[in-house]
């Protein structure tokens, strides 16, 4: 086994979004905050605009090297599952790329197989945003 397993991945409809996105605005980075209302939802920025830290840990990356950050305390929640990015119809955030789009990413997830969650507790912490 080589690389870190697999914690966040794009459906295709979210893959086709997020290309789109690069194509406009060039690099871009996913952050999955804490919080009620559009921090619920994980929002698209263009990479170096929205400052990670201490806070966050890198939970991957999806297409084109693209960076997806959490929050620690939103992490706590969602450790033992695997993060699929999706898109639907309807307006998020005013902050995130997509939302002039007329679309929002949402996040679906499933839990960890056993051997999934084996391999991840083998693994070296996540990165956080101070490393």
Do not use: N
């Not at 914690?7 to 194509?23: K, Y």
């Not at 980075?29 to 890198?58: I, K, N, T, W, Y």
């Not at 699929?84 to 960890?112: H, I, K, M, N, Y």
């Amino acid at each position: 086994m080589t690389g870190r397993a697999e914690r966040v991945a794009l459906t295709e409809a979210a893959r086709s979004l997020l290309e789109t996105l690069i194509a406009a605005h060039g690099p871009v980075m996913f952050h999955q905050s804490g919080g009620c209302c559009d921090g619920s939802s994980p929002m698209c920025f263009p990479r170096g605009e929205f400052q990670v830290g201490a806070a966050d840990v890198l939970l991957g990356h999806v297409h084109d090297g693209t960076p997806f950050w959490m929050s620690t305390s939103q992490y706590a929640y969602w450790k033992h599952t695997h993060l699929t990015v999706d898109v639907v119809p309807g307006r998020g955030s005013g902050f995130s790329l997509e939302a002039p789009e007329g679309v929002r990413f949402l996040l679906r997830s499933r839990l960890l197989t056993d051997a999934e969650s084996a391999r991840i507790d083998a693994e070296p912490p996540l990165p956080t945003g101070d490393a």
